[in-house]
């Protein structure tokens, strides 16, 4: 833990006092988003000190062009940058023609900010004496709408409190902004128009390279003490800005407002000739509902959000808090609603990462969207892969590979690879696996096989073809063998035989020989169209299957474990016990080279394995597995708590599941690993709801039934979770005295409860 200021609470992130030096981090834990779009939580009116600014749609991204010092054949051309959109909170405040800038105030005081994850906004306030001695009392509550998710609803108040004062509020938008992530300082956006309408602006911009077309727009009104006030303001507009000002007479004690409506329409959505247009349209529904209107249907969207998502926790309120903001910022991030959009390690919250698409939502993501949302979310998760095949084919082309062998990308915005470290672009093809892995979890929890012969198995074999070609054989081993790979541990690059990767690259050759079967005798239609389409032969198969039958594996037989890679007993083998803890985190710390040499995991890596194949595994070997490695886990990924916490949970150690799952749910609240201010761990996010549902709940699908393993740690008196298992809505509570299962739906439900079969039937 390197901060603890967030106050404590069951439904709200509060933060209470002014600090300059947490500002960028405060941002970040307290940005919202809909899914359409997203915001840091970037203060309204001008803050001259440090500031991180960020404002982002989804989907919107630039190609920057890769930049390294020594180029090698095969590196991508870009990496892609999610970018910080033109900016719409802009709302400069004036009283008595001073700024109002808390980096300038002479005294602020009851300051305080929350994030009402139950209702879904956003609210400041707090109490200033500006340099012109004028006192005020400030106000603000914000929010992104779910149902008209183009606009974002701003109220902004200043109350005079120690004389009467002129108040003048400038909402603007503005273009001319720039990128944190930036290789090459690039124009990232060109502003093709800046209009206005009456009491509306509008910038029209796209993106270079890419060309998203963007209009951005605003309308605004103002109030006093609640009452509409008809003031017609002044209008100032630049290349790349638009502004109106209002001024406004308040008494001592009298609260002016403004209520500002704002927000993006894209072409994604609107032909490009026509985004003024609707962005008219979309503030005009704004208007008819007004603050109030928008804000009740905003608290109804959240309260059907968390009737199915929400897990409630007893007796510990730092854990339920730790929870809920995850399961917030996964909602905040991706809804579902546009099977064209994916989900970025940092979502709307920062740049770091590119915003990209990762492996993160097949291993981690997809669990969660399966259980909370309807099945048709995850599968349009499986459709995005699908529909990059053809570039991940590419991909691997540019590799060497060849006959309709596939890799998909590490990053990706199209299906393009757009990584530009070399460790990562050409040897972290585990992510490769994940991708399989995925279908095959989706198919085992919906019970959908339809996604398979339809599209899916076009992609298991583009993956199959890659691994085949991947492996080389041994003399020396005389087996199959997999050279020059980074794992998931990143700490390790360039290493042979990585158990995690031969053990993903043999299960998903088999993965995709059982399904061709399955479709052949099954789906005949689909086979022949597929057959025909890949031309995929008898001989090439039974070269898979020799590959696959013939992996080899590391393993140590003085430890009884299977090895991470070659040469991982060669390291000095010190735990993390015995490192200083100035050294942490050791990336923020040590020489790269440093890194390399020691025996430290960025996380789960072998036993990433144990967790996708468990049942491929006996408790006994997890255990042996999970005593060697874990002492030398540093969990400097936000990805490793959380598998940790369920297997420790799987092998009964409550203690360290629990102390496990803290960290998953509190890596950004508490900033775990000191970087909280560049943007929240969204994909990891998803890890925590796996530590409690499959770790603490032990929930499984086993032979086609759903199964529990109910457990709860010590410090807790009861929690609770909802799992839409195909389309039957169990509710899973658990106390200290045992599990309670209730189902909503119109048929029985058998599950297994510690092993054991029950019946549930509906309520």
């Known amino acids: 833990m390197n901060q603890d200021y967030i106050k404590p609470d069951s439904w709200s992130i509060i933060e209470e006092g002014f600090e300059p030096a947490r500002v960028k981090s405060s941002e970040s834990l307290f940005s919202i988003?809909?899914?359409?779009?997203?915001?840091?939580?970037?203060?309204?009116?001008?803050?001259?000190?440090?500031?991180?600014?960020?404002?982002?749609?989804a989907g919107v991204y630039y190609p920057d062009k890769t930049r390294v010092g020594w180029w090698k054949n095969g590196y991508p051309e870009y990496f892609a940058k999610v970018l910080n959109?033109?900016?719409?909170?802009?709302?400069?405040?004036?009283?008595?023609?001073?700024?109002?800038?808390?980096?300038?105030?002479?005294?602020?005081?009851?300051?305080?900010?929350?994030?009402?994850?139950?209702?879904?906004?956003?609210?400041r306030s707090f109490e200033a004496i500006l340099p012109n001695d004028l006192e005020v009392k400030v106000e603000a509550l914000r929010f992104l709408s779910l149902d008209l998710d183009e606009v974002g609803a701003i109220r902004f108040s200043v109350t005079p409190l120690n004389s009467d004062?002129?108040?003048?509020?400038?909402?603007?938008?503005?273009?001319?902004?720039?990128?944190?992530?930036?290789?090459?300082?690039?124009?990232?956006?060109?502003?093709?128009?800046?209009a206005s309408d009456g009491?509306?602006?509008?910038?029209?911009?796209?993106?270079?390279?890419?060309?998203?077309?963007?209009?951005?727009?605003?309308?605004?009104?103002?109030?006093?003490?609640?009452?509409?006030?008809?003031?017609?303001?002044?209008?100032e507009i630049s290349e790349t800005r638009i502004g109106f000002t209002y001024n406004i007479s308040a008494k001592q004690n009298e609260t002016v407002s403004i209520e500002k409506f704002a927000g993006y329409t894209v072409d994604r959505y609107h032909d490009k000739s026509e985004l003024i247009t609707a962005a008219g349209n979309a503030l005009q529904k704004a208007i008819e509902l007004g603050f109030e209107g928008m804000l009740k249907a905003q608290k109804e969207a959240w309260a059907k959000i968390w009737e199915m998502a929400d897990i409630t926790i007893e007796g510990d309120v730092k854990a339920q808090q730790g929870i809920r903001f995850n399961i917030l910022q996964l909602n905040h991030t991706y809804l579902g609603k546009d099977a064209r959009l994916n989900i970025g390690p940092k979502g709307f919250t920062g740049e770091k990462y590119g915003g990209s698409t990762y492996w993160d939502t097949e291993a981690y993501c997809l669990p969660f969207y399966m259980a909370t949302k309807d099945q048709q979310v995850a599968r349009s998760l499986l459709e995005y892969r699908y529909h990059h095949l053809e570039k991940a084919i590419e991909?691997?082309?540019?590799?060497?590979?060849?006959?309709?062998?596939?890799?998909?990308?590490?990053?990706?915005?199209?299906?393009?690879?757009?990584?530009?470290?070399?460790?990562?672009?050409?040897?972290?093809?585990?992510?490769?696996?994940?991708?399989?892995?995925?279908?095959?979890?989706?198919?085992?929890?919906?019970?959908?096989?339809?996604?398979?012969?339809?599209?899916?198995?076009?992609?298991l074999i583009g993956i199959a073809r890659f691994w085949h070609q991947r492996a080389n054989f041994s003399g020396n081993h005389n087996k199959y063998v997999i050279l020059g790979v980074t794992g998931p541990n990143e700490y390790e690059n360039n290493v042979n035989n990585n158990f995690y990767t031969n053990y993903i690259a043999q299960w998903c050759i088999q993965y995709a020989l059982e399904n061709i079967d399955i479709v052949k005798s099954e789906y005949s239609a689909d086979y022949d169209r597929i057959m025909d389409k890949l031309k995929l032969s008898?001989?090439?198969?039974?070269?898979?299957?020799?590959?696959?039958?013939?992996?080899?594996?590391?393993?140590?037989?003085?430890?009884?474990?299977?090895?991470?890679?070659?040469?991982?007993?060669?390291?000095?083998?010190?735990?993390?016990?015995?490192?200083?803890?100035?050294?942490?985190?050791i990336n923020q710390h040590w020489s790269w080279d440093r890194i390399l040499r020691s025996p430290y995991i960025k996380q789960a890596d072998t036993l990433q394995g144990f967790y996708f194949f468990e049942d491929q595994f006996s408790d006994e070997e997890l255990e042996r597995h999970f005593d060697f490695y874990e002492p030398f886990t540093v969990h400097e990924s936000s990805l490793s708590p959380c598998v940790h916490s369920i297997q420790a949970a799987k092998l009964d150690r409550m203690e360290q599941a629990y102390t496990f799952y803290l960290r998953t749910s509190r890596l950004d609240l508490d900033d775990y690993n000191k970087e909280v201010h560049e943007g929240l761990h969204i994909t990891s996010m998803a890890g925590t709801w796996m530590s409690i549902v499959e770790g603490f709940g032990g929930m499984r699908v086993k032979n086609d039934t759903l199964s529990f393993e109910p457990k709860i740690p010590e410090q807790w008196t009861g929690y609770s979770f909802k799992i839409n298992f195909r389309n039957q809505i169990l509710?899973?509570?658990?106390?200290?005295s045992g599990a309670h299962f209730e189902l909503e739906g119109d048929k029985d439900l058998e599950i297994l409860v510690s092993g054991k079969p029950v019946m549930v039937s509906p309520k």
């Open 85 to 123: 959109a033109p900016n719409f909170i802009g709302i400069n405040v004036f009283v008595n023609g001073e700024a109002l800038d808390l980096n300038t105030c002479k005294n602020v005081s009851n300051f305080r900010r929350e994030l009402n994850m139950k209702e879904g906004w956003l609210s």
């Open 538 to 585: 008898d001989p090439e198969l039974a070269d898979w299957k020799k590959v696959a039958d013939n992996m080899y594996f590391p393993y140590s037989e003085e430890h009884q474990v299977y090895l991470q890679q070659d040469g991982f007993l060669d390291k000095e083998l010190i735990t993390v016990s015995h490192l200083d803890k100035s050294q942490r985190p």
């Open 395 to 459: 991909n691997a082309e540019k590799l060497g590979f060849k006959n309709g062998a596939a890799l998909y990308p590490m990053v990706t915005m199209n299906g393009e690879e757009c990584h530009n470290e070399w460790e990562i672009t050409f040897e972290e093809i585990h992510r490769n696996g994940a991708i399989s892995f995925a279908i095959f979890n989706y198919h085992r929890f919906t019970g959908d096989y339809s996604y398979i012969p339809e599209k899916g198995l076009e992609v």
């Open 199 to 235: 009491e509306r602006g509008f910038i029209e911009a796209h993106t270079m390279k890419t060309h998203f077309h963007t209009c951005t727009f605003m309308q605004s009104m103002c109030f006093k003490d609640g009452s509409k006030l008809d003031v017609t303001p002044t209008k």
């Open 731 to 736: 509710k899973i509570t658990v106390d200290q």
């Open 165 to 194: 004062a002129e108040v003048t509020f400038e909402p603007y938008l503005d273009s001319g902004i720039h990128n944190e992530d930036s290789n090459w300082d690039d124009q990232f956006w060109n502003t093709t128009n800046v």
């Open 33 to 57: 988003g809909n899914g359409a779009m997203g915001q840091r939580a970037n203060f309204e009116e001008q803050y001259t000190g440090p500031t991180f600014q960020g404002s982002y749609i």
